[in-house]
C-alpha cells in the first residue's frame, strides 16, 4: 500500500541529451552551485550514461517519442511509483514531459507502449532493473 514519488526522472537534464557534448554555457551544470552535476557528467561514469542513451535512442524512436518521454514512461510504468514529478525550466520542456502520459499535446501516448518486451529492452540496457513487489515475496 505504500508507493514511491519519482524524483528527477530526467537526471538533472543528463537525459535530455543537452550534455552529449559536454557540458553547454547555458546549462544548470555550468553553474557554480552545479558543479557536482559538471563534475558527474564529465566523470567515466558520466560518459558510460551517454552511450546508454545512445542505446537507448533507437527504442525511443520505435515508440515515436523522445528520450525525455521514455524516461517519465519508464518511471510510470513501475508498480511501485505513484507519481513523477517533473522539474521543467520552461513551458516547452512540460509539454513533452507530458507527452509520455498524454496525446493532448499532439505527442504520442508512451506509457500504453510500454509492454514487458521493450521495458525488458530498457531494463537490459540500464542494468539496473527496479524489483518488483513479487520479487521482494520470492
Known amino acids: ?6 524524483w528527477s526522472p530526467l537526471a538533472c537534464g543528463i537525459i535530455s541529451g543537452k550534455y552529449g557534448n559536454g557540458v553547454p554555457e547555458s546549462s544548470r551544470a555550468a553553474l557554480k552551485c552545479y558543479q557536482w552535476l559538471k563534475e558527474k557528467i564529465i566523470s567515466e ?10 542505446d537507448l535512442s533507437p527504442i525511443a524512436e520505435r515508440l515515436g517519442c523522445t528520450l525525455p518521454q ?18 521543467s ?8 514531459n507530458l507527452g509520455a502520459i498524454q496525446a493532448i ?4 501516448q508512451v506509457l500504453p507502449k510500454m509492454t514487458s518486451h521493450i ?14 513487489k513479487k520479487d521482494y515475496r520470492s
Not at 500500500?1 to 519519482?6: D, E, L
Request: include cysteine; glycine fraction near 10%; proline fraction near 5%.
Open 1 to 6: 500500500g505504500v508507493g514511491a514519488m519519482t
Open 45 to 54: 561514469e558520466g560518459r558510460k550514461q551517454q552511450v546508454k542513451l545512445k
Open 70 to 87: 521514455l524516461a517519465v514512461a519508464w518511471c510510470l510504468r513501475n508498480e511501485g511509483v505513484s507519481s513523477v514529478l517533473l522539474g
Open 89 to 96: 525550466s520552461n513551458p516547452e520542456q512540460l509539454i513533452e
Open 105 to 108: 499535446f499532439f505527442y504520442p
Open 119 to 132: 521495458v525488458n529492452e530498457i531494463d537490459n540496457i540500464l542494468g539496473n532493473k527496479p524489483y518488483s
